[in-house]
């Protein structure tokens, strides 16, 4: 008896296909509308060239990032969001500590999804843009490879720019 | 990069600590160049030009910026602070690598003919660099003149131009050109006017603020893709005529004076116009009305939208207006037709502020509001028929 109806909205809509993403990291799966995932570039292509199987394994993202991306992809597939509302969205998505930002526009550019790298690549320039280049280079785990002759030299020819920083 | 060296570095770090997993503390490092580019493109010319100290990888990321922005007035109050920044272009531009320069800015006011020469340099470098957003906020001096292979660029889609002694070239031609802006331009010769807005085929978004028109006497657009005109705080239109061959505009926004005349040709497609006239032209003279019924059919609009926003883009149509204001309000007939014809067609409007002002004529007078017309405007506002539920009608007056 129920699955009577469950039939008859299959039959009628056979078109809303799922794809199953899952991370690598953590092998956490997830289940996403398709035409949420073919946001991703990455994703888009491989199903248009028939690669893509059940299941979509996504290398070197873990599942608390995917479930971010995943979020950004469902607010920009809905139609009737506004400007503002996605705005809003997208500034929650954001809104977290430097490393996740970090893991997430790796993974907005290896899904290559366009506006998840640009809020993602404004967030975090936002975010160091008053730092200490000392600050910067152990949040990105930079290793300083200069000399401190050389390193004098860079800071030299632009030391208008440091002003004010040790 | 030493592994070991960095995981023990990272482990000794009481920040670093707070980082997820030790796979992605490794994958930090390793942020490709192309992703380190984009996001330094993010930064601020002064927090971009840092980075080249982290590391030998990061050292020549600022010379292959997308965004050239130089502004005189946030470069740091150093000494010789002239000479620093004129040294600081140089250097950027003598630097730069082959990559693509999409937006080149220059803000800089200093009189002085050697400094316009190298300003020139500058922009001719970001010309033949085929850059696509040229905005200019200078000032030329009497004998010299912008590089004339800016009006000749292939590449441009956007120019703004903030040069109040502007002279253009006489051979213009910007087949790529969407958006045009003129910030507190002197417009005085009306037919090196009229060429510049004919050039650009391609022209979409045209806007003209503070500009000053008092000697162009016509003032001529003929753009056959212009969708979005915003002329605001312009001043000497009371002088000038308006003539508009532009099918297919949709918006217009104009907050500046009564001008002499407006001819709009045939526009069939203008579904919003905002027209807000200073009050040194009176409404009651039926100047300003009868120069907006011009403008085609409904719906005419004339009052002053106040936006949050500087991005013209957010303009409202009719349909979606939800905020009305209208200032130096004096309860005449034409303006309580304009408010009647807002109420009936607004559909979701939320509300409708209405400022008074008592006003005097030059014998003393009182021409504008008084304590009996007010309730008789009340009463015809209130018996209004209203399209949107929700609207709600402010009527604020000073005596």
């Known amino acids: ?166 | 990069m030493d592994l070991s060296m960095k995981k023990k570095q990272l482990k000794e770090n009481p920040l670093s600590k707070q980082c997820v997993t030790l796979e992605s503390e490794d994958r930090l490092s390793t942020l490709p160049e192309e992703l380190r580019r984009h996001i330094i493109s993010f930064l601020p010319m002064k927090d971009a030009v840092r980075s080249s100290i982290l590391s030998r990888k990061w050292s020549r990321i600022c010379y292959s910026l997308p965004n050239l922005i130089f502004e005189f007035h946030r470069f740091p109050n150093v000494e010789s602070k002239l000479d620093r920044f004129v040294e600081f272009i140089d250097q950027m531009i003598s630097r730069q690598d082959d990559s693509r320069i999409k937006t080149f800015k220059l803000a800089f006011w200093v009189e002085n003919e050697t400094f316009t020469r190298i300003k020139n340099a500058w922009i001719t470098f970001a010309v033949q660099r085929n850059v696509e957003n040229l905005i200019l906020t200078t000032q030329m001096g009497k004998t010299q003149s912008l590089p004339s292979c800016i009006f000749t660029s292939k590449s441009l889609k956007g120019l703004h131009l903030g040069i109040h002694d502007l002279k253009l070239p006489t051979s213009i031609d910007l087949p790529n050109l969407k958006e045009l802006v003129l910030m507190s331009v002197i417009l005085a010769d009306h037919n090196s006017t009229r060429k510049l807005f004919s050039s650009c085929p391609a022209l979409e978004t045209l806007v003209m603020k503070t500009c000053d028109l008092y000697h162009l006497g016509i003032l001529a657009i003929s753009a056959p893709n212009l969708k979005h005109f915003v002329i605001q705080n312009c001043s000497g239109f009371y002088k000038c005529e308006i003539n508009l061959l532009t099918p297919r505009l949709k918006t217009f926004f104009y907050h500046a004076d009564v001008p002499r005349d407006i001819n709009t040709g045939n526009i069939p497609f203008v579904n919003t116009v905002f027209l807000f006239f200073e009050n040194t032209h009176p409404w009651s003279t039926n100047h300003s009305f009868s120069a907006a019924k011009e403008l085609e059919q409904p719906p005419y609009m004339l009052f002053y939208l106040e936006m949050n926003s500087q991005d013209f883009s957010h303009i409202k149509l009719l349909n979606h207006l939800e905020y009305v204001e209208i200032r130096n309000f004096e309860g005449c007939d034409i303006e309580l037709e304009i408010v009647e014809f807002l109420l009936n067609n607004a559909k979701v409007l939320v509300e409708m502020k209405l400022i008074a002002r008592e006003s005097r004529d030059h014998t003393g007078l009182t021409v504008g509001i008084n304590c009996v017309k007010i309730r008789s405007i009340n009463k015809k506002l209130l018996a209004m028929r209203r399209a949107s539920s929700r609207a709600k009608i402010l009527f604020s007056y000073i005596m």
Not at chain 1, 137 to 156: L, M, Q, S, W
């Open chain 1, 1 to 166: 008896m129920a699955s009577a109806p469950e039939n008859e909205k299959n039959a009628s809509a056979p078109e809303k296909k799922t794809l199953t993403l899952k991370s690598m990291i953590n092998n956490e799966e997830f289940v996403v509308d398709e035409h949420v995932a073919l946001q991703s570039v990455t994703i888009k292509n491989m199903v248009d060239s028939d690669c893509a199987g059940d299941v979509i394994p996504v290398p070197t993202i873990s599942g608390e990032i995917l479930a971010l991306v995943i979020e950004y992809c469902k607010n920009h597939a809905n139609p009737s969001a506004s400007e503002d509302d996605l705005k809003k969205a997208d500034a929650g998505i954001v809104a977290k500590d430097i490393y996740t930002l970090i893991d997430l526009v790796l993974a907005a550019n290896f899904l290559d999804i366009k506006g998840l790298l640009e809020v993602t690549s404004q967030k975090i320039a936002d975010s160091i843009k008053d730092l200490p280049h000392q600050d910067v280079r152990e949040i990105f785990g930079v290793e300083n490879d200069y000399t401190p002759e050389e390193e004098a030299a860079v800071r030299a020819e632009h030391d208008w720019a440091f002003e004010g920083f040790p």
